[in-house]
DNA sequence: TGTACATCAGTGAACGCGCGTTCACTGATGTAC
DNA sequence: TGTACATCAGTGAACGCGCGTTCACTGATGTAC
């Protein structure tokens, strides 16, 4: 009977996601080296061995809430992404910036998992390499499509690209296909200060020293678009 | 008999110091989470129970290796900011920037104490903050000193920060006094983006990514000194 | 439709481990007269 | 200089805890004929 089998799979797929869920929001308390088989067993009612029919070891268990957040966060810059105006290159960036901050702020132990310190221990599997890189893939193509649309016109401040760090430049300009080595080393830049702000806030330095961070943070983000050189699309 | 009262205390500082160092050691294999007064003592050739006499707690160990962390990061970009010359701006913020991650590559684990995710349970106390803010002290200073002798001018590519920004800007002007709020704020967007490269570097972010990152990271030096507006001293 | 068998979920006990911290104690080192 | 006392460092046993993982087991659910 086909049926029957999948209610068996089914209770077994809703119980796989009850067990993470768990999990997940016991990482909100404990943080990722407190992460329990037990505690979440002891959660699910259940005793602690059986925890072992769903998932074979307790760094399976972390391998699946890190690619759930990987999956989380890339959905949520997505979505920011596809609501902004698609020749409104300052506000999809703008969009990307907030819904980094405003995911990594909601779920914060979720966000040192994958942005903190790593999980002594721990070995990321291969299987986390797809779900990584949405985030970042949202943002290569913000940038082509800004540059294609002749939207990407930086002032002139910096020096040219040694050699070895336009060949880094050449290898990532496969995220924003056609997009200028030195244009490419603007956009990394720029990254790296969104997650360099988002970590500083979620990890507390900020603290007593910024009051209105959402302030500051949006300022600045309005900034690191003029150092990319993002405008609005000239045929909008 | 003082001399004698001394060499006592002697050997205590001596021992204490020694405590904190194997802690240090094995923050370096274990992470802060896996930091443990029984794996000390036993390298210390001691009972566990003596580890009390010289720290009244684990938290408190785990303190002063903070403390010691801030120290030792702050000692060292303040070295390197001496090293050069006072009027080669540029010159003063790669010095500073490669301090920082050249310290952050050579202490992963103490890095990833004081910038990664905070460890669980543990609140750090105020005797913290003094020694937290020796690098930023730094960069505030070589802003300032920049900004007065007239070699802080940046390409015109921002927006005039919002109310709210500029009032942070004012609040944080105290690192870098007489500079103007919206060349504060670019310095602040600098800062940020220092630590969000490094955090990626010693975090395992750009593995299989960025091959060469010390290149990548140089450059990138010399594009945020651009965008702050940091030249060299026109009376040099 | 009914029965014999196979699969699977969950149990409960156990293994072996390490942890932070307390406490009464023994000796050695330092102090006061 | 010598002796009586106080301070301090380090010991060893214990408390009470939680952890990941294994294993033989009981029942229930599903499958094949």
Redesign the interface.
Known sequence: MTASRTARERVRAELTREIADIARRQLAT?????LSLRAVAREMGMVSSAIYRYFPSRDDLLTTLIIDGYNALGEAVERADAASAPDDFPGRWAAVCHSVRDWALAHP?EY??L???????YQAPQDT?AARARDVTVFGRLVADAFHAGALT??????P??P??A???A??AELMPGVPEDLV??A??TW??????V??EV???FE?????RR??F???V???A??M?LASSPNA
């Open positions: 404990e943080g990722a080296g407190g132990h040192a998992l942005f903190g310190s790593p999980v002594p221990g390499v930086p002032p002139d401040m910096a020096p690209p040694s070895a760090a060949a880094e430049a290898r990532l080393l603007r990394l830049a790296t200060w969104l997650y360099g702000w970590s500083f990890f507390g330095q007593n020293t910024i009051e209105d302030a500051a949006a300022h600045t309005r900034l690191q003029g150092m050189g």
